[in-house]
């Protein structure tokens, strides 16, 4: 029996910034103008109108929590301070998106068979899906698991994890709740890689329930196949390291040239494992990693950038949310597309990796 995503709901802090506004902010801490520079014109190219942060850090009155005012500038907080606030707002925020998720299938906590959590901006023990469960009041039958410091795309795991449960366990009910807090690691750098982070990367949650089988006459996602592609000659083109003062991003300018040579292949190779060829693909589920990205991707299939429309909305109104920006995505395409039959989905990460998935709409 195939699985199926019943129910996604999401969450995003209240602290709202445009992303003008942001990039004022974070220009105050880089002291050469050519760094600044850089900042602006990445903004402006960016396709991004907002960032939500779980932190109000981010104006010019300097009392910020992590981020303080010195005098003559802003100065990083060590790391250990930094994941000192990832529990309790990735707490506060997950519970949220799990909590609407539940409500639009009408499915009680006491029901989860099995809870998931995701995230890659924090790392504690007992940690994010410890909380959650407790958070949630589900039950103590409730098995438990996570997946971490994956990047942008390990949701993709969580669901296969859940395709799994569900598939040798009709009955199960697998909650995935993805909470990524990206403003706990602005860095005072100008490298390249942290400018560019810095513009694309805001604060999310989103939740995703999974179960064996149809939801009567509610829409869903039914999982069809999944694959994953190692790009080796962009290995070094994407990570996320543990530093002294906040996790450090590396994301070279190079990435979408990789995605765009390697894309049409795994693209294809997924749709022969589903039986299914590219004109019978309705649309696209694309994380939004940046709008360059986006572009190779179009470009290397050879579909409209019309068809990626969902990606791009998502970018704008949001940025980036690493891992949780998917379930973003999805969620549109559950409750507000008209369009019923094959999807096709991915998202890219550290390795370089491409983590894609095709899903039925019915």
């Given at each position: 029996?195939?699985?199926?995503?019943?129910?996604?709901?999401?969450?995003?802090?209240?602290?709202?910034?445009?992303?003008?506004?942001?990039?004022?902010?974070?220009?105050?801490?880089?002291?050469?103008?050519?760094?600044?520079?850089?900042?602006?014109?990445?903004?402006?190219?960016?396709?991004?109108?907002?960032?939500h942060m779980a932190i109000n850090d981010f104006s010019l009155n300097g009392k910020g929590v992590l981020y303080r005012w010195n005098g003559t500038g802003y100065q990083d907080p060590d790391t250990a301070i930094r994941l000192g606030h990832f529990l309790?707002?990735?707490?506060?925020?997950?519970?949220?998106?799990?909590?609407?998720?539940?409500?639009?299938?009408?499915?009680?906590?006491?029901?989860?068979?099995?809870?998931?959590?995701?995230?890659?901006?924090?790392?504690?023990?007992?940690?994010?899906?410890?909380?959650?469960?407790?958070?949630?009041?589900?039950?103590?039958?409730?098995?438990?698991?996570?997946?971490?410091?994956?990047?942008?795309?390990?949701?993709?795991?969580?669901?296969?994890?859940?395709?799994?449960?569900?598939?040798?366990?009709?009955?199960?009910?697998?909650?995935?709740?993805?909470?990524?807090?990206?403003?706990?690691?602005?860095?005072?750098?100008?490298?390249?890689?942290?400018?560019?982070?810095?513009?694309?990367?805001?604060?999310?949650?989103?939740?995703?329930?999974?179960?064996?089988?149809?939801?009567?006459?509610?829409?869903?996602?039914?999982?069809?196949?999944?694959?994953?592609?190692?790009?080796?000659?962009?290995?070094?083109?994407?990570?996320?390291?543990?530093?002294?003062?906040?996790?450090?991003?590396?994301?070279?300018?190079?990435?979408?040239?990789?995605?765009?040579?390697?894309?049409?292949?795994?693209?294809?190779?997924?749709?022969?494992?589903?039986?299914?060829?590219?004109?019978?693909?309705?649309?696209?589920?694309?994380?939004?990693?940046?709008?360059?990205?986006?572009?190779?991707?179009?470009?290397?299939?050879?579909?409209?950038?019309?068809?990626?429309?969902?990606?791009?909305?998502?970018?704008?109104?949001?940025?980036?949310?690493?891992?949780?920006?998917?379930?973003?995505?999805?969620?549109?395409?559950?409750?507000?597309?008209?369009?019923?039959?094959?999807?096709?989905?991915?998202?890219?990460?550290p390795g370089l990796t491409v983590e894609s998935g095709l899903f039925s709409r019915l």
């Amino acid at each position: 029996m195939s699985s199926t995503i019943t129910a996604i709901g999401t969450a995003i802090p209240e602290n709202r910034y445009p992303l003008s506004d942001f990039v004022e902010w974070a220009g105050l801490t880089h002291a050469s103008p050519a760094a600044r520079r850089k900042l602006q014109f990445l903004a402006r190219d960016a396709g991004i109108a907002v960032k939500h942060m779980a932190i109000n850090d981010f104006s010019l009155n300097g009392k910020g929590v992590l981020y303080r005012w010195n005098g003559t500038g802003y100065q990083d907080p060590d790391t250990a301070i930094r994941l000192g606030h990832f529990l309790p707002l990735a707490t506060k925020l997950g519970t949220e998106a799990a909590t609407t998720c539940l409500r639009r299938r009408e499915v009680d906590a006491e029901q989860i068979t099995h809870l998931i959590a995701v995230s890659c901006t924090g790392v504690e023990a007992p940690g994010l899906e410890i909380a959650l469960y407790r958070s949630l009041n589900l039950p103590a039958r409730a098995e438990r698991g996570a997946v971490n410091f994956m990047g942008c795309y390990a949701v993709f795991h969580a669901l296969k994890q859940a395709d799994y449960i569900c598939r040798a366990n009709p009955g199960s009910k697998v909650l995935i709740v993805s909470v990524e807090l990206c403003s706990l690691h602005f860095r005072n750098s100008e490298e390249n890689d942290n400018l560019l982070s810095t513009v694309l990367f805001s604060d999310g949650a989103a939740a995703a329930l999974i179960e064996g089988g149809s939801a009567d006459q509610h829409p869903v996602l039914r999982l069809n196949a999944f694959a994953s592609t190692l790009i080796s000659e962009g290995k070094d083109a994407m990570g996320w390291h543990i530093g002294i003062r906040g996790f450090e991003m590396i994301l070279s300018s190079a990435v979408p040239k990789h995605i765009g040579s390697n894309m049409r292949q795994a693209y294809q190779q997924l749709l022969t494992k589903g039986g299914l060829e590219p004109t019978d693909i309705v649309g696209y589920a694309i994380h939004p990693g940046g709008k360059n990205i986006l572009m190779a991707f179009a470009e290397a299939i050879g579909c409209e950038m019309e068809d990626l429309q969902v990606s791009f909305d998502v970018m704008r109104e949001h940025g980036n949310m690493s891992s949780a920006t998917i379930l973003f995505v999805l969620e549109r395409i559950l409750y507000q597309s008209l369009l019923h039959g094959p999807f096709y989905a991915a998202a890219f990460g550290p390795g370089l990796t491409v983590e894609s998935g095709l899903f039925s709409r019915l």
